[in-house]
């Protein structure tokens, strides 16, 4: 596991949307000395199944899985996240609904 690598893991059935969700994730702040990278999967049986096999696919400790069409606007975002965790080790997950 790599403890510095964040990975946005996303089903997607829309290329439009792909493209647009992606012009956001450009726009985050990255915090030093990590990587970022995003996982695309396309034609999962099920959102679950998707979400699954993008798991298989990367080493990064910090992973967030996402539909194509989340936008995320909050330019801090990766830097809040990582606050979250860093400040109360007994919290491993975040969501959103």
Known sequence: MDEKKISFIMCTNNEYYMRECRL???ELIIPDGYEVNVVEVTGAKSMAAGYNEGMR???AKYKIYMHQ???LINKSFLIDLLSV???DASIGMAGMV
């Open 24 to 26: 956001y994730l450009d």
């Open 57 to 59: 696919k990367t080493d």
């Open 69 to 71: 069409d989340v936008f």
């Open 85 to 87: 965790f860093q400040q």
